[in-house]
T-cell receptor, first 107, second 113 residues
Framework: KNEVEQSPQNLTAQEGEFITINCSYS?????LHWLQQHPGGGIVSLFMLSSGKKKHGRLIATINIQEKHSSLHITASHPRDSAVYIC?????????FGAGTRLTVKP | DAGVTQSPTHLIKTRGQQVTLRCSPK?????VSWYQQALGQGPQFIFQ???????QRGNFPDRFSGHQFPNYSSELNVNALLLGDSALYLC????????????FGPGTRLTVT
């Protein structure tokens, strides 16, 4: 079993829909990251969380340390949000990644 | 200010050959980490360099080695290439005081035939 599990693996949505991507982890962590990877490989860091909730534009990330679970929400989704979203957890300097959720937003 | 840069963008090698990938960190960063991302999977940590030394290493064989130069740029070397080494190799850099905040490069896509 992977230490970082994401769901769903693939997600297709219509433009404007509210999207939720989930991440569960089984190790103790000091921080959790949500990353966005576009076709071609470039990775952009969206959020770093150690507790609570963060919001940036249409993106919201939450984490529940007790339940070892985090969610990434996208409101009013747009085709340009289409990408792979990766959850990564950090324990000291060791970073472990989920397999990613491939999101496709159709116009 | 250029972010993290990597070269080359794409590379095709033959099984058994050796390859060197290069990474220049974001300005002001002195810590460089390397990751391997196989198709359809999340990145896997290879190793991290700080002050020209390997500070931490993931579960990769000795065929994977690296180097960090005084200007903080870094190289990843892979010897005796296997077909399974085909992947996207990502470099990420960070400040020493902010090890949690990594900036990723665009990656080098290596294909081993």
């Amino acid at each position: 079993k992977n230490e970082v599990e994401q769901s769903p693996q693939n997600l297709t949505a219509q433009e404007g829909e509210f999207i939720t991507i989930n991440c569960s982890y089984s190790v103790g962590i000091s921080a959790l990251h949500w990353l966005q990877q576009h076709p071609g490989g470039g990775i952009v860091s969206l959020f770093m969380l150690s507790s609570g909730k963060k919001k940036h534009g249409r993106l919201i990330a939450t984490i529940n340390i007790q339940e070892k679970h985090s969610s990434l929400h996208i409101t009013a989704s747009h085709p340009r949000d289409s990408a792979v979203y990766i959850c990564a957890v950090r324990d000291n300097n060791d970073m472990r990644f989920g397999a990613g959720t491939r999101l496709t937003v159709k116009p | 200010d250029a972010g993290v840069t990597q070269s080359p963008t794409h590379l095709i090698k033959t099984r058994g050959q050796q390859v060197t990938l290069r990474c220049s960190p974001k300005s002001g960063h002195d810590t460089v980490s390397w990751y391997q991302q196989a198709l359809g999977q999340g990145p896997q940590f290879i190793f991290q360099y700080y002050e020209e030394e390997e500070r931490q290493r993931g579960n990769f064989p000795d065929r994977f080695s690296g180097h960090q130069f005084p200007n903080y740029s870094s190289e990843l070397n892979v010897n005796a290439l296997l077909l399974g080494d085909s992947a996207l190799y990502l470099c990420a850099s960070s400040f020493p005081g902010l090890p949690y905040e990594q900036y990723f490069g665009p990656g080098t896509r290596l294909t081993v035939t």
